[in-house]
């Protein structure tokens, strides 16, 4: 099983009666399991998607509850002992997408978009061919369309971004619907338009174009 993240971590189930070295360890993410294995040996636990009723998060660490009524927290480390407050938003976001259902390919993509978005104002059309895997033709549409709702401009092979309109297209991606697909009459927003149309339709009703999912 692929995993999609993997780190250090102290990792708790409540209610704790103390901050043990034991609990300190690496967590493994994949497409459908949490795993956490201690550094020193004799914890070990593996939380299913499927079995995660709510998840939460403060400034300290991310809270996990189960269908079955456990309670755990997750506290990101840099290294063995330094605590990584930083990383909580990201595991947190991707627990949610994975506890949603989340294609693993498509958040792969959407979080390497982020990513790339956040350190260069200045991105290759062909570099987003290759992320999307599509033509050359079908990508230039998602960025002229891109270019048209958030105020990014195209030069030559390039999309050219700025700050504000980053962050504003980044909480778009951060607050895409859930999405059922394995249930008929799912829906989904057409990339172009923005209409809310069936996830079944290969082309969109309203604008004609195709339902392409990134």
Not at 34 to 53: A, C, D, H, N, R
Not at 113 to 129: A, H, P, R, T
Request: aromatic share 14%; hydrophobic share 35%.
């Amino acid at each position: 099983m692929t995993n999609i993240y993997e780190g250090w971590a102290r990792f708790y189930q409540e209610p704790r009666s103390t901050f043990s070295i034991k609990k300190t360890g690496f967590i493994f993410i994949s497409e459908n399991l949490l795993t956490f294995k201690s550094y020193e040996k004799g914890v070990f636990y593996e939380i299913p998607f499927s079995q995660m009723k709510d998840i939460s998060m403060d400034k300290y660490c991310i809270k996990i509850f189960t269908e079955n009524g456990n309670e755990y927290s997750l506290f990101p480390l840099k290294n063995k002992t330094t605590q990584d407050k930083k990383r909580i938003p990201y595991i947190f976001n991707m627990l949610t997408e994975l506890r949603k259902g989340q294609p693993i390919e498509e958040l792969r993509i959407i979080e390497k978009l982020k990513q790339i978005m956040k350190v260069s104002s200045k991105i290759s059309v062909k570099m987003l061919k290759e992320l999307f895997k599509l033509e050359i033709g079908k990508t230039y549409e998602i960025v002229y369309n891109w270019a048209s709702k958030f105020g990014f401009t195209v030069e030559g092979d390039y999309l050219i971004v700025n700050e504000s309109a980053v962050l504003e297209f980044i909480k778009l991606l951060d607050d895409r619907p859930e999405v059922d697909t394995k249930i008929e009459g799912g829906k989904t927003n057409c990339s172009y338009c923005g209409n809310s149309i069936e996830v079944s339709l290969k082309i969109c009703p309203y604008c004609g174009n195709e339902n392409v999912k990134f």
